[in-house]
């Protein structure tokens, strides 16, 4: 059922005074949301336990590669902070300068909901609030990219069974490819 739908008038001024409201108060309790887990994760200071993650190159002459980094858990969950924090702060931008720019009420009612659903959803939040175990599960890290692409990978993946073995075979022919250029440059 939309808003419209519901009988809530959002042309009303007293109701996009109330939205702004809640918009501005879901982003303040985020925030600070994201202040109590990094806090949570400094005092956890968990450098014992390590995780390897895969990161692509976005940009530059190895653009698309895949590598792997060995980061602590405390540095692992810290750099997921940092991106979520990074993910709520360019929301708010765009959500506030569509706002004042064309006066659009809908994507604060919008953030005002998926924000905090975000972060309730989010392992960072179910493991270092609700105290979560974090060794088995969708909680084990790393977590599973929550990325728009990341929805439709699994899904090329769910439709296409062999495409993992195309991926791996086209990943082994990058490293025989970057190998053989390797050992002519060092020939010469």
């Keep these: 059922m939309g808003v419209s739908q519901s009988g809530i008038d959002l042309n009303e001024p007293t109701t996009q005074h109330y939205i702004r409201i809640m918009f501005a108060t879901a982003q303040v309790v985020v925030i600070l949301s994201y202040a109590l887990i990094f806090f949570k994760i400094k005092m956890k200071s968990d450098v014992e336990n390590k995780v390897t993650v895969e990161k ?8 698309g590669e895949t590598k792997s980094e060995e980061m602590t858990h405390m540095q692992y969950d810290t750099s997921e902070l940092k991106n979520m924090l990074y993910s709520l702060l360019v929301g708010f931008v765009i959500t506030t300068w569509t706002h004042s720019k064309w006066g659009y009420i809908q994507p604060l009612l919008f953030q005002s909901i998926m924000q905090p659903l975000n972060l309730a959803t989010h392992a960072i939040f179910r493991i270092h609030v609700l105290g979560q175990a974090d060794q088995q599960g969708d909680l084990k890290r790393p977590w599973k990219d929550d990325k728009p692409g990341a929805m439709f990978e699994d899904m090329k993946k769910k439709l296409d069974p062999d495409a993992a073995e195309k991926e ?5 022919k990058k490293l025989k490819g970057a190998a053989n250029k390797a050992a002519v440059k060092s020939r010469r």
């Design 56 to 63: 692509k190159e976005p940009f530059g002459q190895n653009a």
């Design 168 to 172: 791996e075979k086209k990943e082994q």
